[in-house]
């Protein structure tokens, strides 16, 4: 049962670090929204292509199942990243529960 512990302990951790991640990238999408002439440079260049390289595959998977959310007037929600974040909050637990499962 020891080894079911670290099982979830390590996933937990890894889906704790991917949410990071996820919210690290809300917050470049949201800066270039409202700063639409800010393009990143340098450091934080390297920074947004490495958030784009893990967060893009997922979401653009989940975007081929789930189209985004029409709007009106030409708007729309992806979907993708929302039920993404769901996923991972339902994977930590499941991860959390074979932890406790293991003591």
């Not at 789930?66 to 996923?87: K, Q």
Request: no cysteine; proline share 5%.
């Amino acid at each position: 049962m020891a080894i079911l512990g670290w099982i979830g302990w390590g996933l937990s951790v890894l889906i704790n670090l991917y949410m990071m991640v996820l919210f690290a990238r809300v917050i470049l999408d949201w800066v270039q929204f409202f700063a639409r002439g800010w393009r990143p440079s340098g450091i934080l260049l390297v920074l947004a292509n490495v958030l784009y390289a893990l967060t893009d595959p997922p979401i653009r998977w989940i975007g081929r199942f789930v189209p985004p959310l029409r709007l009106g007037g030409g708007m729309a929600i992806d979907v993708g990243f929302m039920l993404l974040f769901l996923v991972l909050i339902v994977g930590q637990r499941f991860a959390t529960f074979l932890y406790f499962l293991s003591l």
